[in-house]
């Protein structure tokens, strides 16, 4: 497949980059500073822009088969990137009338697992008020992905780990994984590469977890 990558330099961009092209496809990563990105490859095409422009951003996405964001802000001072750095993407899009979407949201944005014990709540609940600034980011972004014209899925994972790609973690369509507490960031790029051609996931939040 041809897929363009945004956020490619971020932990999770990186790991979508290098899975995707160990995969055999090929790969537009969509950057800043192309000094930060460390993942090398021939089938790679490093894509230069600042996100400020969808008409700059269109040669990016024409006639890819999917796009993946891993945009999002990098600390509570950044918040706000993410819906704003997402319309760039979507206007770009609709514009080029490409529709596969998967971008990365976070866990505390999705509903309430199934199950979930008073600990869990009052994590939950912790975490949501500390950043909420972020979260408030991620649901106007998510709020705009649902309305474009594009065949979306947004993924949710909870708290993000450093650690090698296992291909063992859970996944829920349209809800939050109970007891998830952690993935990583390895597993969350593997699972939104999985997801691309899967039909259950479109128009739909994804929570994933271990």
């Given at each position: 497949?041809?897929?363009?990558?945004?956020g490619a330099?971020?932990?999770?961009?990186?790991?979508?980059v290098?899975?995707?092209?160990?995969?055999?496809?090929?790969?537009?990563?969509?950057?800043?500073?192309?000094?930060?990105?460390t993942?090398?490859?021939?089938?790679?095409e490093?894509?230069?822009?600042?996100?400020?422009?969808?008409?700059?951003?269109?040669?990016?996405?024409?006639?890819?088969?999917?796009?993946l964001?891993?945009?999002?802000?990098?600390?509570?001072?950044?918040?706000?990137?993410?819906?704003?750095?997402?319309?760039?993407?979507?206007?770009a899009?609709?514009?080029?009338?490409?529709?596969?979407?998967?971008?990365?949201s976070?866990?505390?944005?999705?509903?309430?697992?199934?199950?979930?014990?008073?600990?869990d709540?009052?994590?939950?609940?912790?975490?949501?008020?500390?950043?909420?600034?972020?979260?408030?980011?991620?649901?106007?972004?998510?709020?705009?992905v649902?309305?474009?014209?594009?065949?979306?899925?947004?993924?949710?994972?909870p708290r993000l780990?450093?650690?090698?790609?296992?291909?063992?973690?859970?996944t829920?369509?349209g809800?939050?994984?109970?007891?998830?507490?952690?993935v990583g960031?390895?597993?969350?790029?593997?699972?939104?590469l999985?997801m691309?051609?899967?039909?259950?996931?479109?128009?739909?939040?994804?929570?994933?977890?271990?």
């Amino acid at each position: 497949m041809d897929l363009t990558v945004f956020g490619a330099t971020g932990g999770i961009g990186q790991e979508i980059v290098r899975q995707a092209l160990a995969s055999g496809h090929r790969v537009t990563a969509v950057v800043r500073d192309p000094a930060r990105l460390t993942v090398t490859g021939d089938a790679l095409e490093v894509f230069r822009a600042d996100l400020t422009d969808p008409e700059a951003v269109r040669p990016a996405v024409a006639g890819r088969d999917a796009v993946l964001s891993g945009l999002g802000a990098r600390s509570r001072r950044d918040a706000g990137v993410a819906a704003r750095l997402t319309r760039t993407v979507l206007g770009a899009m609709e514009a080029e009338a490409t529709r596969r979407l998967l971008v990365v949201s976070a866990a505390p944005v999705g509903p309430e697992p199934e199950g979930a014990g008073l600990l869990d709540r009052t994590v939950r609940g912790v975490v949501s008020a500390v950043f909420r600034d972020i979260y408030a980011d991620l649901r106007e972004m998510e709020a705009a992905v649902a309305r474009s014209a594009t065949d979306w899925t947004v993924v949710r994972p909870p708290r993000l780990q450093d650690k090698p790609v296992s291909g063992v973690y859970r996944t829920v369509v349209g809800g939050s994984v109970a007891r998830g507490n952690f993935v990583g960031r390895a597993d969350v790029a593997h699972a939104m590469l999985a997801m691309i051609g899967d039909a259950a996931t479109v128009k739909q939040g994804v929570g994933v977890a271990y």
